[in-house]
């Protein structure tokens, strides 16, 4: 073609890419922004650190009730009260069984594993009122409360990112309507909804997560239509829509890739929440069924003995703080990732 020649359009150069281009060049930009992510969240430390927290907690919430002798709803009542013993660490001087008790004639120490001739035994965390492994209690009900809680955020994120997108997306009239239906919910306080629903339904796992569920899903809402607003005019989805792509697969092939890490952060932030109520709702007696295993519950027993025997309360603390703390750290860190 000459230096000056005028350039005249060919109609091959208005044909709509293919199906397959569109989903290659879609893939390859999610990929990179993924890997981006990806790196600056594992130059956190404190991101590092609360993932690490998590993993441990989960791993042992899986094998933590299997790594005693002694099953978690067995009952001993003659050992029952009995105070941490571990292997090793007796053979020092600590936790080796002994407990001081305070009388009305003063503080008495008495060792009650020598007392029932049990010096072979070890029960790390103790036992309850009823003789139970309190190490395997307490791992089972992490690994309760963690089902629950994950159980509900993702059900919550389902719905709220779905209900979030479709609002947001459209727009409009629809946006209006959808959102008036978001303030008639959210206008009744999340614990008076829980409380009265768990008065009516019976008490268990799966009334905890509906609970949970009833309201849970609002917020998650809001970030997601609050993220669609944002990349919904941006140039890649403009040229979607030029494309001809079709509504759907501006939504999910284009929109929800791109929102993914607001959403990832909520939900980091909505499983201690959720572990929190759970725990609530059991310590209030409208959680787990009496003699089940949970968080929730096992704060409960510990707290009505913990002027006596604080051990009962002190490791069931320690991993709902542990949770909380985890799952804070890595939220951080995914939130400044994606930002």
């Not at 725990?279 to 519950?297: E, K, Q, R």
Request: net charge neutral; with cysteine; proline share 4%.
């Amino acid at each position: 073609m000459a230096e000056n020649a005028i350039y005249i359009p060919q109609d091959s150069d208005f044909v709509p890419a293919s199906e397959d281009h569109k989903k290659l060049t879609s893939s390859e930009a999610v990929t990179g922004s993924k890997n981006d992510m990806r790196k600056r969240f594992f130059a956190q430390k404190s991101a590092v650190a609360g993932m690490v927290i998590l993993i441990l907690l989960t791993f042992l919430a899986l094998i933590g009730p299997y790594l005693t002798t002694h099953s978690y709803d067995d009952q001993q009542l003659e050992r029952a009260n009995l105070p941490p013993r571990a292997p090793v660490l007796s053979s020092w001087g600590i936790m080796d069984g002994s407990e001081t008790i305070n009388k009305t004639d003063g503080k008495v120490t008495v060792n009650r594993y020598e007392e029932l001739g049990i010096m072979d035994e070890y029960y790390i965390f103790g036992t309850d009122n009823l003789g139970r492994d309190m190490f395997a209690r307490a791992f089972m009900g992490l690994r309760v409360s963690l089902i629950i809680a994950l159980a509900a955020t993702v059900i919550n994120l389902f719905i709220g990112m779905n209900f979030g997108v479709i609002s947001g997306y459209f727009g409009g009239m629809t946006d209006i309507i959808m959102q008036r239906i978001i303030d008639i919910i959210g206008s009744i306080p999340t614990l008076v909804v829980v409380t009265l629903l768990m008065l009516v339904l019976q008490p268990g796992m799966g009334s905890i997560i509906i609970a949970l569920m009833l309201s849970g899903w609002i917020e998650m809402s809001r970030i997601a239509r609050a993220e669609v607003f944002k990349v919904k005019e941006l140039e890649y989805i403009q040229a979607a829509r030029t494309m001809g792509a079709s509504h759907r697969h501006i939504i999910f092939r284009e929109i929800m890739p791109n929102i993914t890490g607001k959403l990832v952060t909520q939900i980091m932030l909505s499983i201690p929440s959720a572990v929190f109520l759970e725990a609530f709702l059991s310590f209030v007696g409208l959680g787990m069924p009496a003699g089940s295993c949970s968080l929730g519950t096992l704060l409960t027993d510990g707290f009505s003995n913990v002027l006596l025997h604080i051990y009962k309360l002190l490791p069931t603390a320690a991993l709902m703080i542990l949770l909380m703390i985890g799952c804070h750290l890595v939220a951080e860190g995914l939130k400044k990732a994606s930002e």
